[in-house]
T-cell receptor, first 112, second 112 residues
Framework: RKEVEQDPGPFNVPEGATVAFNCTYS??????FFWYRQDCRKEPKLLMSVYSSGNEDGRFTAQLNRASQYISLLIRDSKLSDSATYLCVVRGFAGGGNKLTFGTGTQLKVEL | EPEVTQTPSHQVTQMGQEVILRCVPI?????FYWYRQILGQKVEFLVSFYNNEISEKSEIFDDQFSVERPDGSNFTLKIRSTKLEDSAMYFC??????????FGPGTRLTVL
């Protein structure tokens, strides 16, 4: 089983659509969870941290289910500018340390 | 807003040559990291650095790699004898504590 697994996509959606991404991770000892956004040939940029209680930032909602080792990201009212690759990221994967373990990313294309 | 900076943006080198990639982390950050991303693949952890020593390294970070914080601001990655397979985007990151990491824009290394 991959350490952090995501559907690579691409997800092609019309502007204004709601889209959801899922991610699973294999090590229950992982400590922190994030969604990063990566534009083509650019650095990963933090989108949001993910908490068990769920958290929302504008049009973005993230959820963590520790029992199922499952992380989700929901984007509402998608914009053209949301087109990017969304990276599911886990910290402390092996039960310790600060290293980030990345999924391969899910590509989103928002179209007119 | 403070940012991580990296130089050069693109480095072309011949196989077997030494390269030094440079990073200036965010000024009040205490933890420093190098990651790499081979074209079309996921971001991979190389090494973390805290309190002037390596705190964690991956299997990729073999004897050909070294890191240094030569002064109060720079953080460098040296590859002693580059191989074709070292061609990748190298990202520096930093964090205040053991959580959110902020990435620099990357150095694209091309080994010919």
């Amino acid at each position: 089983r991959k350490e952090v697994e995501q559907d690579p996509g691409p997800f092609n959606v019309p502007e204004g659509a709601t889209v959801a991404f899922n991610c699973t991770y294999s090590n229950s000892a992982s400590q922190s969870f994030f969604w990063y956004r990566q534009d083509c040939r650019k650095e990963p940029k933090l989108l949001m941290s993910v908490y068990s209680s769920g958290n929302e930032d504008g049009r973005f909602t993230a959820q963590l289910n520790r029992a199922s080792q499952y992380i989700s990201l929901l984007i509402r009212d998608s914009k053209l500018s949301d087109s990017a690759t969304y990276l599911c990221v886990v910290r402390g994967f092996a039960g310790g340390g600060n290293k980030l373990t990345f999924g391969t990313g899910t590509q989103l294309k928002v179209e007119l | 807003e403070p940012e991580v900076t990296q130089t050069p943006s693109h480095q072309v080198t011949q196989m077997g040559q030494e390269v030094i990639l440079r990073c200036v982390p965010i000024s009040n950050h205490l933890y420093f990291y190098w990651y790499r991303q081979i074209l079309g693949q996921k971001v991979e952890f190389l090494v973390s650095f805290y309190n002037n020593e390596i705190s964690e390294k991956s299997e990729i970070f073999d004897d050909q790699f070294s890191v240094e914080r030569p002064d109060g601001s720079n953080f460098t990655l040296k590859i002693r004898s580059t191989k074709l397979e070292d061609s990748a985007m190298y990202f520096c990151a930093s964090s205040v504590g053991e959580d959110t990491q902020y990435f620099g824009p990357g150095t694209r290394l091309t080994v010919l």
